[in-house]
């Protein structure tokens, strides 16, 4: 697996590309509340918090990256972050 560096956060290019589509799909912004709701360190902006979540979720075996981005959209859909 090859690691992607953010913002003083590595994760895994998967990680890191669905982050990125999510980000823009949902047009999260880069300081907001969304690591407390994803129980990721409060210390991450959004963006590290996302990678951080997805590649947690990789890494837990609850997603693989052909079902990582659909079940991400449904957690965060299912989300109050506005």
């Known amino acids: 697996m090859t690691k992607s560096f953010f913002g003083g956060v590595v ?3 998967e990680a ?4 990125r589509e999510l980000i823009r799909e949902f047009q999260i912004p880069k300081l907001h509340n969304l690591a407390f709701m ?13 990678r951080l979540w ?3 979720q990789l890494d837990n075996g609850q997603a693989n990256y052909e079902n990582l981005a659909q079940q991400a959209r449904l957690h965060l859909t299912s989300l109050d972050y506005s």
């Open 11 to 13: 994760v895994s290019q």
């Open 16 to 19: 890191d590309a669905v982050a």
């Open 38 to 50: 994803l129980n990721v360190n409060k210390c991450f902006d959004d963006h590290q918090a996302i």
């Open 54 to 56: 997805l590649q947690r």
